[in-house]
């Protein structure tokens, strides 16, 4: 799997339900943030989470972080019709003797809340 | 409102000629970069800056040049533009230090086509 990879590739539920989105990452990480991006628009910051924080939240989001696991995820709660979009998470792998720091995007999370 | 835009919204041109996408925020922000977004590739980091004449490479940077002659603006320029540039292009800015230490913002996107 790649670096910041999530899981599913897509998601449909009724609204009003629960939806969870996990993140996969390779490398060891300094922080790691959530995205969400509706169709032909740019990307919206949902969540900065730091490698040495366990869960964060805000409003109906949750996310929580094992680095043990190398896994996040994204929990939204009572989910909207507004919630359809794209999840991305990103990560920054820290920089090695061999590799310069960086940024990965996941290829992201669809989302589709059904009425 | 401070803000980050992005000119041209959509632009198309042919192979070989030398296209420059421009990136303009007014949040003062010291970080810029540039993203490119493909299906089934997610964002990936093509340049960034920490503040001006400042430029670092990122994942994708064969083929882009970036300048930093002010806070406001990262232009990013093609030098020769190849058809598997055709992608859509985000500019984004942060306020922290480092890849992933704060909240991007992210622009609307240029959708460039190259012939």
């Known amino acids: 799997s790649q670096q910041g990879e999530e899981d599913p590739q897509a998601l449909s539920i009724q609204e009003g339900e629960n939806a969870t989105m996990n993140c996969s990452y390779k490398?060891?990480?300094?922080?790691l943030q959530w995205y969400r991006q509706n169709s032909g628009r740019g990307l919206v910051h949902l969540i900065l989470?730091?490698?040495?924080?366990r869960e964060k939240h805000s409003g109906r989001l949750r996310v929580t972080l094992d680095t043990s696991k190398k896994s996040s995820s994204l929990l939204i709660t009572a989910s909207r019709a507004a919630d359809t979009a794209s999840y991305f998470c990103?990560?920054?792998?820290?920089?090695?003797?061999?590799?310069?720091?960086?940024?990965?995007f996941g290829k992201g999370t669809r989302l589709h809340i059904l009425p | 409102d401070a803000e980050i835009t992005q000119s041209p919204r959509h632009k198309i041109t042919e192979t070989g000629r030398q296209v420059t996408l421009a990136c303009h925020q007014t949040?003062?922000?010291?970080?810029m970069f540039w993203y490119r977004q493909d299906l089934g590739h997610g964002l990936r980091l093509i340049h960034y800056?920490?503040?001006?004449?400042?430029?670092n490479k990122g994942e994708v940077s064969d083929g882009y040049s970036v300048s930093r002659s002010n806070t406001e603006d990262l232009p990013l320029t093609l030098e020769s533009a190849a058809s598997s540039q055709t992608s859509v292009y985000f500019c984004?800015?942060?306020?922290?230090?480092?890849?992933?230490?704060?909240?991007?913002?992210f622009g609307p996107g240029t959708r460039l086509t190259v012939l």
């Open positions: 800056s920490y503040g001006v004449q400042d430029t």
């Open positions: 984004a800015s942060s306020l922290n230090r480092g890849l992933l230490g704060g909240e991007q913002f």
């Open positions: 490398t060891s990480i300094n922080n």
């Open positions: 990103a990560t920054d792998v820290l920089p090695s003797m061999n590799r310069d720091d960086k940024i990965i």
């Open positions: 989470i730091r490698s040495n924080e």
């Open positions: 949040w003062n922000h010291n970080n």
